[in-house]
């Protein structure tokens, strides 16, 4: 069987708060402790390493809540979003 069809994928709208509360939560903590946030969640996401994310307020323990590629879409999406937006918005 030949795989000719593109799988779609897309996270529920109910999570998508969830995610940015966590990506809040992990995001403030990183930049708190002195850590480059863009670094060190490249690197959890993409060994799935937890100890990329400091243990300071929790951050550790709250990006594990959620599934990486749940937190990967809703980061992706606000990007595609800017991207998209008229320049004369800006």
Same mark, same amino acid.
């Given at each position: 069987m030949? %795989? *000719?069809e593109t799988t779609r994928f897309q996270i529920k709208p109910e999570k998508d708060r &969830?995610?940015?509360r966590i990506i809040g939560v992990v995001l403030r903590a990183l930049r708190e402790k002195g850590y480059d946030p863009v670094s =060190?969640? #490249?690197g959890y996401f993409l060994s799935d390493d937890p100890t990329?994310? *400091?243990n300071y307020e929790g951050a550790r323990g709250v990006i594990? =809540?959620?599934e990486r590629y749940e937190l990967l879409e809703v980061?992706? =999406?606000d990007y595609i979003n800017? #991207? &998209?937006q008229p320049e %004369?918005? &800006?």
């Open positions: 030949k %795989d *000719t &969830e995610a940015r =060190q969640l #490249v990329y994310i *400091t594990r =809540q959620m980061i992706l =999406q800017t #991207v &998209e %004369d918005r &800006e």
